[in-house]
């Protein structure tokens, strides 16, 4: 990620970062340019989702199948096997 000083336009560097929520970071910057030395505290923070993890979906459908009755987990297995 690369942060722009605004006062002079030069890059900047995040010298720490300051976690308040998993969806929301502070960020402390610091001017590249010696001669500018301007310090700032930015923000980054999640939007929204463009594509669900993989991993989350995965886990779901596990979740889902161990919820259903012995029987029906079988019937799944015979109707996933048959679609290979």
Known sequence: MRVYCRECGDRGRITKTNRLSPDYTELYCQCNDAECGHTWVGGFGYRHTLNPSAKTTTQMA???????????????????????
Request: cysteine-free.
């Open 62 to 84: 596990f979740q889902l199948v161990k919820a259903l009755p012995p029987g029906a987990q079988k019937d799944l297995l015979r109707e996933l096997e048959g679609a290979r």
